[in-house]
Nanobody, 116 residues
Framework: QVQLVESGGGLVQPGGSLRLSCAAS????????MGWYRQAPGTQRGLVAS???????NYADSVKGRFAISRDNAKKMVYLQMNSLKPEDTAIYYC??????????WGQGTQVTVSS
């Protein structure tokens, strides 16, 4: 049974930083492209960043230069370093396999709130 557990969210002021973590289990982690997605109230969940099995990365235009995705295959972890946070980054953040919508059931996500 695949489990995806996100953590690291919180309340941060504009311009601040957070590092999100995602722990995966029950899957052949190293072969999958992994993605971070986010969903703000009243919007659809969308891809923020993705990283292939070979560690090639891709970012949504809105976060390029501010966010960095990374992975540790040995630990089955994927991370999202978020810098220069803006109020419009406020959302629930999820990780999943794939970069065109999640392959596995979604976890509970982690709430990120950017506000002064």
């Amino acid at each position: 049974q695949v489990q995806l557990v996100e953590s690291g969210g919180g309340l941060v002021q504009p311009g601040g930083s957070l590092r999100l973590s995602c722990a995966a289990s029950g899957m052949a982690f190293s072969i999958f492209t992994m993605g971070w997605y986010r969903q703000a109230p009243g919007t659809q969940r969308g891809l923020v960043a993705s990283i292939t099995s070979g560690s090639s990365t891709n970012y949504a235009d809105s976060v390029k230069g501010r966010f960095a995705i990374s992975r540790d295959n040995a630990k089955k972890m994927v991370y999202l370093q978020m810098n220069s946070l803006k109020p419009e980054d406020t959302a629930i953040y999820y990780c999943n396999a794939g970069d065109r919508g999640g392959v596995f059931p979604w976890g509970q996500g982690t709430q990120v709130t950017v506000s002064s």
